[in-house]
Nanobody
Framework: QVQLVESGGALVQPGGSLRLSCAAS????????MAWYRQAPEKQREWVTS???????NYADSVKGRFTISRDNAKNMVYLHMDSLKPDDTAVYYC?????????WGQGTQVTVSS
């Protein structure tokens, strides 16, 4: 069983930056494939970015060049650094861990981009 806890969500102005954090439990963290998803109001949850060990990353076209995912295996942490935020980035952001055939989710953290 893997537990994920996100933090860092906030209200930010358009053009601003924010860093989300995800703390993961478990001794095998370095082997987890980690990802961030988001869900805007009345929309389906969508994949944002993912990272495998050691550091292969992929990004949705909508965030490429603005968002950066990283991980610290020593601390069991995954981060999402978001720059040039837009109102369309407003959503609940979820951390996801894939361990073999299992998929685990955090409770989500709200990001609101508004002036």
């Amino acid at each position: 069983q893997v537990q994920l806890v996100e933090s860092g969500g906030a209200l930010v102005q358009p053009g601003g930056s924010l860093r989300l954090s995800c703390a993961a439990s478990g001794s095998g963290f370095s082997g987890y494939a980690m990802a961030w998803y988001r869900q805007a109001p009345e929309k389906q949850r969508e994949w944002v970015t993912s990272i495998t060990s050691p550091s292969t990353t992929n990004y949705a076209d909508s965030v490429k060049g603005r968002f950066t995912i990283s991980r610290d295996n020593a601390k069991n942490m995954v981060y999402l650094h978001m720059d040039s935020l837009k109102p369309d980035d407003t959503a609940v952001y979820y951390c996801n861990a894939r361990v073999g055939a299992e998929s685990y989710w955090g409770q989500g953290t709200q990001v609101t981009v508004s002036s």
